[in-house]
């Protein structure tokens, strides 16, 4: 396992598939589960399903060369994560480390997952999958990948079939991120860097770098590079909050010092945690302007004295419409405090031969230009999926509770919170989807599918996320490729853990939602 698990700089799978060798496989293997992605939700995945129904078989299809997702795909300098490790590592496996923490410590600890549990001998690297049909006559999920070997330059088309479909792939796509076309980009002479696409042979050593963007990846990147290049600057449209906390938790770190057992540790700290949470996001609704204030606050005292935090640090949303940023041991502040980083908020005007000229007239010059601008979103990894013959196209379907879909049979797709950590989702999708298989055998079925109940089916529809509740710009400009909501909570993503928590374990599976064949 731990020879598929390093991660090559040079990227093994840069090869396309023109350079390939291809072959097919007419063996169909068959799998009870299959799970789509070995990231931080298929790995989870994989040891809900091993610990809650060993008798199932299951594969885990990974298209990269390992597992990790994110924390395998991104290397940036300084990636490290934006949730508290002690609620984004799985509530099975106690996180020891630092709350915030780096790419190659989640790996790793996603590493001991798998190892511990014997995981790697379900997972299967450079898989990448294409397509799957379902079948109502043999209730089947055919799929259809590509197994990739980069070193021998070959390509293998091969065929899988399964009752139940677990997407675990996440929810943007890894090859590219998201780059505005700014008028004059093709003039401008020096280098454009998508942090999602990172070179590694970069050199920023007496560099003046243009950081474009403000979210939680401008905000580690600036830092990090704030001491290697000559000058780097934030360039950002609009400000985002920023929230700056030391990278220790004193409770976790009490509780060891008492020799208490890091099951107890963890779980403590979780709660503590997702308690604080919790506090946070209700202020955020019921007493928005206090909080706006006591954020703002806190940014002021980490800069110095006069600095204009009015104008570089003031949102014009709510605290929580969008994520808020964390900022480790105030890393970004000293950056900027030290002069090695600035903050410019305005507009691109356009991009000429030596940088980028604002709205406001001003000229920043620059070697390179990172464009910390998002990613696109990737609707089920963007499968081609069809029903008995006809294509899916989940925006006109409707989604159950956030994971299923109207009319897709057998299938479920983790997507986690935006307000707490992606994981707590994952694991509470992992207990749902073990119940609810064991629920379908009980019943002797072999297929389930949410379908509108009649009281359901004059209910209005909406938007995947209502923007007056969260409105990042990945999730705004792809709303209409999402599937629809409704106004009952069987048919919204709430993104409410606290609430979720308690509500999906006890989810009738019979209150007619599911309908089972």
Request: proline content about 5%; glycine content about 8%.
């Amino acid at each position: 396992m731990r020879e598929a698990a390093q991660r090559d700089e040079e990227g093994d799978m840069s090869q396309t598939s023109s350079t390939l060798e291809h072959t097919a496989s007419t063996q169909v293997e068959h799998f009870d589960v299959l799970i789509v992605g070995a990231g931080i939700s298929g790995v989870g995945a994989a040891y809900h399903l091993q610990d809650q129904y060993p008798e199932k078989s299951f594969v885990v299809l990974e298209k990269f060369e390992s597992f990790g997702g994110t924390w395998l795909t991104h290397k940036y300098p300084g990636i490290r994560s934006d949730s508290d490790l002690y609620t984004f590592g799985y509530r099975f496996k106690p996180w020891v480390d630092k709350p915030i923490a780096t790419a190659d410590k989640i790996l790793a600890y996603m590493g001991e997952v798998i190892d511990e549990n014997d995981l790697d001998r379900h997972i299967r690297y450079h898989h990448a999958i294409s397509s799957a049909e379902w079948s109502s006559d043999t209730s089947l999920w055919t799929v259809h990948a590509t197994r990739t070997d980069p070193d021998a330059g070959t390509s293998e088309a091969l065929t899988f079939t399964t009752n139940f479909l677990w997407m675990c792939q996440g929810y943007y796509k890894h090859e590219q991120g998201y780059t505005p076309d700014w008028p004059g980009m093709d003039t401008y002479e020096g280098q454009i860097v998508h942090p999602q696409t990172w070179p590694t042979d970069i050199d920023l050593a007496g560099k003046q770098v243009v950081v474009i963007g403000s979210g939680a990846t401008a905000a580690t990147l600036v830092p990090a590079i704030a001491g290697e290049c000559e000058h780097v600057t934030m360039l950002q449209r609009s400000p985002t909050y920023f929230v700056s906390r030391p990278n220790v938790n004193e409770v976790a770190d009490m509780l060891r010092s008492l020799e208490i057992p890091e099951e107890w540790t963890h779980e403590i700290v979780r709660r503590k945690a997702l308690q604080d949470q919790a506090m946070i996001t209700q202020l955020s609704f019921d007493e928005p302007e206090w909080l706006r204030t006591e954020l703002l606050n806190a940014v002021r005292a980490e800069l110095p004295e006069g600095y204009d935090v009015d104008t570089h640090f003031t949102p014009k949303y709510r605290p929580w419409q969008q994520r808020l940023a964390m900022v480790p041991d105030g890393d970004l502040f000293k950056g900027i405090s030290a002069g090695l980083a600035s903050v410019v908020t305005d507009e691109i005007e356009t991009f000429n031969q030596s940088g980028i000229l604002l709205k406001s007239g001003q000229q920043l010059d620059a070697d390179v230009i990172v464009t910390a601008t998002g990613f696109d979103l990737s609707v089920l990894g963007d499968i081609q999926f069809t029903v008995d013959g006809s294509p899916v196209n989940f925006a006109d379907t409707v989604t159950y509770r956030g994971m299923m879909f109207t009319g897709v049979p057998n299938l479920l797709w983790v997507f986690g919170y935006f307000r707490a950590s992606w994981t707590l989702r994952a694991d509470l999708l992992g207990d749902f989807v073990c119940r609810l298989l064991h629920h379908m055998d009980a019943k002797g079925v072999r297929k389930v599918v949410p379908e509108l109940r009649d009281e359901d089916a004059d209910m209005e529809l909406g938007s995947w996320i209502d923007p007056e509740n969260f409105n990042p710009g990945y999730l705004t400009r792809s709303q209409h490729l999402m599937p629809k909501s409704g106004n009952k909570p069987e048919w919204q993503h709430t993104q409410d853990y606290w609430t979720e928590k308690t509500a999906l374990p006890a989810i009738d599976l019979d209150d007619g939602c599911l309908v089972y064949d």
